[in-house]
């Protein structure tokens, strides 16, 4: 099955600083790649996504790059704000017709300091 | 608000007990998931419910039954958990087809003494 590696764990920036969270898959047949943020005792939300026909995707300060060779892709904040403060999770998905198998990644500690 | 509403919120159960999760979701979505999200774990599928028939079981012990009359609601029936199972359980939803957006649910925090 589907293995999605993510780093780091935890991650500490200056507010205005840029952030970047990585993962790497392992089953080639993956397809979909969404990123969802979680905010203390809130639900995962989904903030962007990337199908693996596309190299990269930008939205607004969140932008998310794809390397399909080498089964990784990244996460990249900019300017950010304490708001943007939360766990980030990554996934990966081979979906079907069936419906989404996301498989998650060990989710990122972002922590934005004033 | 996602449209996708789990009940209860929070549920202490003794490990001889049986309880239900419901997840409602008002998306007109087809498919539904069930997650268990545990302390320093990833966030791991339990079951996929695709048209109210079940896709994928990713070998979730038999104490965990799930249930969807309809494409709009979805149980997980708890019989004689282990306090290892305590977690929150997080419902999902997601339009019919591929790589398709999962809105969650705010999920069950499951306590089992």
């Not at chain 1, 304490?82 to 419906?99: H, I, K, L, Q, T």
């Not at chain 2, 997840?23 to 998931?33: F, K, T, V």
């Not at chain 2, 997601?94 to 809105?103: I, K, L, V």
Request: aromatic content about 8%; proline content about 5%.
């Amino acid at each position: 099955g589907e293995n999605v590696e993510q780093h780091p764990s935890t991650l500490s920036v200056q507010e205005g600083d840029s952030a970047v969270i990585k993962c790497t898959y392992s089953d080639s047949a993956s397809n979909y790649f969404p990123w969802y943020k979680q905010e203390l005792g809130k639900r995962p939300q989904l903030i962007i996504d990337i199908r693996s026909n596309v190299g990269e995707k930008k939205d607004q300060r969140i932008a998310v790059t794809l390397n399909k060779t080498a089964k990784h892709f990244s996460l990249h904040i900019t300017e950010t704000q304490p708001e943007d403060s939360a766990v980030y999770f990554c996934a990966a998905s081979r979906g079907n017709n069936a419906g989404n198998m996301l498989t998650f990644g060990g989710g990122t500690r972002l922590m934005v300091k004033p | 608000e996602t449209g996708v509403t789990q009940t209860p919120r929070h549920l202490v159960m003794g490990m001889t007990n049986k309880k239900s999760l419901k997840c409602e979701q008002h998306l007109g979505h087809n498919a539904m998931y069930w997650y268990k999200q545990s302390a320093k774990k990833p966030l791991e599928l339990m079951f996929v419910y695709n048209f109210k028939e079940q896709t994928e079981n990713n070998s979730v012990p038999s104490r965990f039954s799930p249930e969807c009359p309809n494409s709009s609601h979805l149980f997980l029936h708890l019989h004689t958990l282990q306090p290892e199972d305590s977690a929150l359980y997080l419902c999902a939803s997601s339009p019919e087809g591929r790589n398709t957006e999962a809105f969650f649910g705010q999920g069950t925090r499951l306590t089992v003494v």
